[in-house]
């Protein structure tokens, strides 16, 4: 679902597309303020108005309160949002502050002074095996499908809600720089698919339909009323498009909710297989001359959406519970996973039901001020803890699972509300 999207309702369908750069919520700058003080009232649990500080808003010069109206109109437009705002530039969190602090805070459940700090090495993380392999058949379970994923957007460009059509296509061409490098690699290879109209690699819609029915290719983003109101669906499908591996097993998305999704899946028992082989593909990309990835000195990997600010990381695992689940719902699942800080879900993204044999998508909530390291180790501790109470929902060992696929990139904007 998308960042702005309530915990208990999907997306309604999308008003017109917000020009891009993130429209006004219409009428004068007081207006919009009158709107804010309303839903401040009326829908308490959205975080961005809840947050908005007229004090601080007034403190700002013109171009700052532009700014900062720009960042939170997709929560004024949709009275309904969870998060209610989005990021317009790659500095918008250090420039806005006193107003994003309070909001992550509120979002995160940490202070407002905290700060993120990245790292992938596993040493010294507690709890780990001796030998440092996440196996997951040495906990007794079966070859899984495994996910990893994270957002980026690049240093040098606006963030999607404030980019023009120009500014897409050239992140787009940017990006396809290190495309070719990747698709010359043996480990890599595949290819790159284009919705840009005259772009060379451009796919027409029959092809991007199947890419999608496929789980590979994100879908029509301009539906999403949040991503709309935010400007980050305008210009549909100006500079978007989606790299996929030879073994399909590492996708890139382009022009999404950030500039980029960077994803690995496999099917597999050691989670440090594809955890090791996003940090080598993100340090190819990265590495790029001209390419550097959006950092804030304080939170860490700059996302669109603060609920996946710092990491921008999502460690997934499809688990069969067949015991847990044994009443066509995952309710007795979430109550188990949710004091593990584990986040659970259908198999084909929020809001899509359970496998019929019970399988069910577990991850960390976290995604800030946790290192990506420390994601895959509760993801890892997770899955144990989880699979003692399935065996003993069922009085014993689980039964032999289902044959399963690896897991496809499906289907999501954010997981913001998990």
């Not at 440090?272 to 990265?286: M, Q, T």
């Not at 960390?364 to 929902?393: H, N």
């Amino acid at each position: 679902m998308g960042c702005g999207a309530s915990k208990e309702e999907e997306k309604p369908a999308a008003p017109a597309a917000a020009p891009a750069g993130g429209a006004s919520a219409g009428g004068s700058d007081e207006d919009v303020l009158a709107k804010i003080r309303a839903i401040k009232e009326s829908h308490p649990d959205n975080i961005a108005m809840a947050c908005f500080d007229e004090e601080y808003y007034n403190s700002l010069d013109a171009e700052g309160k532009k700014g900062l109206l720009m960042c939170v109109n997709s929560g004024v437009e949709n009275a309904d949002s969870g998060m209610g705002c989005y990021a317009m530039q790659p500095a918008d969190y250090d420039r806005f502050k006193p107003f994003f602090a309070k909001a992550l805070a509120k979002y995160h459940k940490v202070s407002e002074d905290a700060k993120h700090v990245n790292n992938w090495s596993l040493d010294g993380v507690e709890g780990l095996p001796e030998d440092g392999q996440l196996d997951l058949a040495a906990l007794g379970l079966p070859e899984m499908s495994m996910r990893v994923r994270v957002g980026r957007n690049l240093k040098e460009f606006p963030l999607p809600g404030a980019m023009t059509a120009d500014d897409r296509k050239a992140m787009e061409n940017k990006m396809c720089e290190a495309f070719d490098q990747l698709i010359a690699m043996e480990e890599y290879g595949g290819s790159y698919s284009s919705l840009t109209p005259d772009h060379p690699n451009f796919v027409d819609d029959s092809v991007y339909q199947d890419l999608v029915a496929q789980h590979i290719m994100f879908k029509d983003m301009s539906a999403d009323s949040y991503l709309a109101s935010a400007g980050i669906a305008s210009d549909w499908p100006v500079g978007r498009g989606c790299y996929v591996s030879a073994d399909k097993g590492f996708i890139i998305w382009v022009g999404e909710e950030d500039h980029l999704r960077i994803m690995c899946m496999a099917k597999g028992s050691v989670l440090n297989s594809v955890f090791d082989r996003l940090k080598g593909a993100l340090d190819i990309v990265n590495g790029i001359e001209g390419l550097e990835f959006a950092v804030s000195p304080d939170y860490g990997f700059v996302t669109s959406c603060p609920t996946n600010l710092g990491t921008g990381m999502r460690a997934s695992v499809h688990m069969q519970c067949p015991n847990l689940t044994a009443d066509g719902t995952d309710a007795a699942c979430k109550a188990v996973c949710k004091p593990l800080g584990l986040s659970v879900r259908g198999t084909g993204g929020e809001h899509t039901p359970i496998g019929a044999d019970g399988t069910v998508d577990i991850s960390p909530s976290a995604r800030f001020v946790i290192t990506e390291a420390e994601i895959i180790t509760a993801l890892y501790k997770g899955i144990s803890l989880l699979k003692a109470e399935e065996d003993a929902a069922g009085g014993g060992a689980a039964p032999a699972p289902a044959e399963e696929e690896a897991a496809p990139a499906e289907e999501e904007a954010a997981p913001a509300e998990e």
